[in-house]
């Protein structure tokens, strides 16, 4: 089953891995990316526990609920 992703309201959203890497679980939509045409494209990742920012180059990768989870759980 695929997450629903509105990207109007991706930025702030929070997003919980379902497999962490280096205890980084938690995540907060920090910043959009956009191209020329102001459509968003990707999105930027920061980690909850350790502020480090990950880009994900298509904002649709948030959609696979085998990786990701809407919401801090």
Known sequence: MAN??????LHLSKWTAQ???NREKHFLVTELIRDEDE?????????????????????????DSERWRQGWK
């Open 4 to 9: 629903q992703v509105n990207p109007r309201k």
């Open 19 to 21: 497999v962490p890497q």
């Open 39 to 63: 459509v968003i494209t990707g999105c930027v990742l920061e980690a909850v526990i350790n502020q480090n920012s990950y880009t994900l180059t298509d904002w649709r990768e948030l959609k």
